[in-house]
């Protein structure tokens, strides 16, 4: 029940944040990962190695939920919060139309995951045994811990600078 509270309140937050966008929507914005930069083709290009390297890390971990959900309902939430991410990064630009800043994709990183995130920790299956699954749940829940340590600054930069409180922007 805690977890159905959660999303609402998180998907009010970002229903919030693409009602008040539109005001500066009008700011030039170059490629980059930094959190009011536009996350394109050029920004992957000359991203960071350590960023590939950690994108690559992330997509495998995710990938390796699909092994686990048909036994595990903490697997289940994972990959839900990974297809969500996916369909709500999709939706931003091509149904609301908004500028792909890579805070936006921070906002989506902490909406979509941070519900199996909740699993996981209450759960606490990595403390289970040494099995395969103990070591994926572990594996991925300090990689959602990890991306959140650089997603909730991104987000709250993003937040500040399209809610044009300024504070952080």
């Not at 990962?33 to 920004?43: K, M, T, V």
């Not at 149904?95 to 979509?112: E, R």
């Amino acid at each position: 029940m805690k977890a159905k509270h959660l999303a609402k309140c998180l998907l009010g937050l970002l229903l919030y944040g693409v009602v008040s966008i539109e005001p500066a929507l009008s700011q030039p914005y170059e490629s980059g990962h930094q959190p009011l930069q536009i996350w394109d083709n050029a920004a992957r290009a000359n991203m960071p190695l350590w960023v590939s390297i950690w994108l690559g890390i992330m997509m495998t971990t995710f990938a390796l939920g699909f092994l686990f959900m048909r036994r595990h309902a903490e697997a289940r939430w994972v990959v839900g919060g990974f297809i969500c991410m996916i369909l709500v990064t999709v939706a931003t630009g091509r149904v609301f139309g908004l500028v792909p800043l890579s805070g936006l994709f921070s906002l989506v990183h902490i909406i979509c995951w941070s519900p199996a995130l909740y699993v996981l920790l209450t759960r606490r299956p990595f403390l289970q045994g040494r099995s395969l699954y103990a070591v994926w749940s572990g594996a991925i829940t300090a990689c959602i811990i990890f991306s959140f340590i650089f997603d909730i600054p991104d987000a709250a930069i993003y937040l500040d600078h399209m809610l044009g409180i300024g504070l952080l922007s």
